[in-house]
């Protein structure tokens, strides 16, 4: 069985920066793509980035390009997203996310997602 779980959340200042980890268990972790989504209150969740499971192709929401990285350590089975010069509106929660296959038009969706961590929150304030 799939696990993932997130950590590395917390408040920050605006123009702060934080590292989110993500730790996958319960299969081959090199096998696999591994994307972040968010979600703010009272919004949808939103793509973030998503690296692929030889770490030789990233995609990032425009929203985030040039500011976060994706980039995962397969020895380590994990995921991390370093958030630099953060801003109010990327206050969220923060999910990683992966998939058994994945089409490339189908990245940013959510709904191509079968396994989901629990979340961790990130706070920005101003």
């Known amino acids: 069985q799939v696990q993932l779980v997130e950590s590395g959340g917390g408040l920050v200042q605006a123009g702060g920066s934080l590292r989110l980890s993500c730790a996958a268990s319960?299969?081959?972790?090199?096998?696999?793509?591994m994307g972040w989504f968010r979600q703010a209150p009272g919004k949808e969740r939103e793509f973030v980035a998503r690296?692929?499971?030889?770490?030789?192709?990233?995609n990032y929401a425009d929203s985030v390009k040039g500011r976060f990285t994706i980039s995962r350590d397969n020895a380590e089975n994990t995921v991390y997203l370093q958030m630099n010069d953060l801003k109010v509106e990327d206050t969220a929660v923060y999910y990683c996310?992966?998939?058994?296959?994945?089409?490339?038009?189908?990245?940013?969706?959510?709904?191509?997602?079968?396994?989901w961590g629990q979340g961790t929150q990130v706070s920005v304030s101003s």
């Open positions: 690296i692929s499971w030889s770490g030789g192709y990233t």
């Open positions: 319960g299969r081959t972790f090199s096998n696999y793509g």
């Open positions: 996310a992966t998939s058994d296959t994945i089409i490339w038009s189908s990245i940013p969706n959510s709904n191509a997602y079968s396994y």
